[in-house]
């Protein structure tokens, strides 16, 4: 199996699509802080969806809870992703070789995103503060709009279409040739762990102490209804149940303390128990 032209350019345009927000706007950011449409559009250029997922959801562990400050990232789960999986695919290999895969790519893939910021800097400033002076409505927002997603285009294009046509079958023809390797070895276990990580780091972000019984919840449910084979849409489903009748129930208690305390005398809701400590 082999990375065709044409399999190789739709996969950088989407990347390009996706670290632009030249699709759908500001609504795109999600898509480049997730692995998941990333892998489903690869597995359906590459025209096997089933294993593209599977590969994508280890990529996706350890990419939870991952924060962007400012709106940078320290890995780019969408480039990761775009790279990792082909290479899964190629050489028929272990979720866990694509996360190996996967986490120098995404860093690698960060610092051309900063490259994006050093140059729109330049090009943007150029044009904006020439339009501005002129009052073009249309120039200035082809300039703040229009700029920054042509030279992502640039950027993330012929960089990804490289790595794909010519990096991935060459990583993978290394991999599976070395796979029985020590070095290999290592890279398998180390990208087993890294999920571990990504779950620690998604119970770091939740923060409140309350909110832990949820992901408890969540872990054992799947555990146990395993058998079940019960589907991904359907935890979904049951999870916004759950996390809908905890928010109705938080906000009814809110709203009876908040009535109990407006309603009543001025000591309303005091309890004067409270006046022996």
Not at 194 to 217: E, M, N, P
Not at 222 to 233: D, E, F, H, R
Request: avoid cysteine.
């Amino acid at each position: 199996m082999h990375v065709t032209f044409l399999q190789a350019l739709l996969v950088a345009i989407w990347i390009a699509l996706v670290m632009s927000r030249a699709f759908l706007g500001g609504a795109t950011t999600t898509l480049r802080f997730s692995p998941m449409m990333t892998g489903l559009v690869v597995g359906i250029v590459f025209n096997d969806v089933h294993n593209a997922m599977i590969a994508t959801a280890a990529i996706q562990l350890i990419y939870m809870g991952v924060f962007s400050p400012g709106g940078q990232m320290p890995s780019e789960p969408a480039i990761a992703t775009a790279i990792a999986v082909p290479v899964t695919l190629l050489g028929n290999m272990s979720p866990e070789t694509a996360v190996g895969v996967a986490v120098p790519v995404g860093l690698l893939g960060s610092y051309l995103y900063q490259l994006r910021f050093f140059v729109n800097t330049f090009a943007m400033q150029r044009f904006t503060d020439k339009f501005a002076a002129k009052g073009s409505s249309t120039g200035l927002t082809f300039s703040i709009i229009g700029i920054p997603i042509i030279i992502a285009f640039i950027i993330f294009i012929p960089f990804m279409f490289t790595a794909l046509y010519y990096g991935a079958p060459f990583i993978a023809d290394l991999i599976k040739t070395n796979s029985s390797s020590f070095i290999f070895h290592i890279l398998n276990v180390i990208g087993g762990g890294l999920a571990a990580v990504g779950i620690a780091v998604t119970v770091y972000v939740i923060g409140k102490r309350s909110y832990i019984i949820f992901f408890l919840l969540a872990y054992f449910v799947a555990v146990i209804a395993k058998p079940l084979s019960i589907t991904m849409v359907t935890y979904a489903i049951l999870g916004a149940i759950i996390a809908f009748i905890f928010v109705l129930a938080k906000s009814e208690t809110f709203n009876a303390i908040k009535d109990n305390l407006g309603s009543g005398s001025p000591g309303a809701g005091f309890n004067q128990d409270e006046d022996d400590y």
